[in-house]
């Protein structure tokens, strides 16, 4: 069976985020909805999904990321944007930033899903961080993507 993992990472100065038990929530319900026959025809195979915390606008999903038959691996990377302070109470210190701008990304915009947020629907960084993954990885399974020519496409 296809192997899922999910990691993440910051392009902040001393960011820390504890999102272990909401990691294990999207890999089992990845499971659930992909259904074992498609899984299994990808045993050997690992998806990685990069989530990546950025000075970015909107949430940028890269969905035509390293596929490497020989290894069997397969990334899609998803840049969730990080508010500074002044514009809601859990965002970071601009200087944490290692992005100074939040258009460094520009111009590379067309290679990537665009998805908006609304940081001041949230009172809590945790609550903003997990509804930013799930929309993501749901965006990911809706539009559909190819592991060794085998598509991933579903509604979930």
Same mark, same amino acid.
């Given at each position: 069976?296809?192997?899922?993992?999910?990691?993440?990472?910051?392009?902040?100065?001393?960011?820390?985020? %504890?999102?272990?038990? #909401?990691?294990?929530?999207?890999?089992?319900?990845?499971?659930?909805?992909?259904?074992?026959?498609?899984?299994?025809?990808?045993?050997?195979?690992?998806?990685?999904?990069?989530?990546?915390?950025?000075?970015?606008?909107?949430?940028?999903?890269?969905?035509?990321?390293?596929?490497?038959?020989?290894?069997?691996?397969?990334?899609?990377?998803?840049?969730?944007?990080?508010?500074?302070?002044?514009?809601?109470?859990?965002?970071?210190?601009?200087?944490?930033?290692?992005? %100074?701008?939040?258009?460094?990304?520009?111009?590379? #915009?067309?290679?990537?899903?665009?998805?908006?947020?609304?940081?001041?629907?949230? #009172?809590?960084?945790? %609550?903003?961080?997990?509804?930013?993954?799930?929309?993501?990885?749901?965006?990911?399974?809706?539009?559909?993507?190819?592991?060794?020519?085998?598509?991933?496409?579903? %509604?979930?």
């Amino acid at each position: 069976m296809m192997e899922i993992k999910i990691l993440d990472s910051a392009y902040i100065v001393g960011f820390n985020s %504890d999102t272990n038990f #909401l990691r294990n929530q999207i890999r089992i319900k990845i499971f659930e909805s992909v259904g074992k026959v498609v899984l299994q025809e990808l045993t050997g195979w690992k998806l990685y999904i990069y989530f990546r915390y950025n000075n970015v606008e909107d949430i940028l999903i890269y969905l035509k990321g390293r596929s490497v038959p020989q290894t069997k691996e397969k990334e899609i990377t998803i840049h969730i944007p990080m508010p500074i302070r002044n514009k809601v109470d859990w965002g970071v210190a601009k200087e944490d930033h290692i992005y %100074d701008n939040p258009k460094h990304l520009d111009d590379k #915009l067309k290679n990537f899903d665009q998805l908006s947020v609304d940081f001041s629907k949230f #009172l809590k960084r945790e %609550d903003y961080i997990a509804d930013c993954m799930w929309r993501a990885v749901i965006h990911c399974f809706k539009k559909g993507f190819k592991i060794n020519g085998i598509e991933l496409k579903m %509604d979930m």
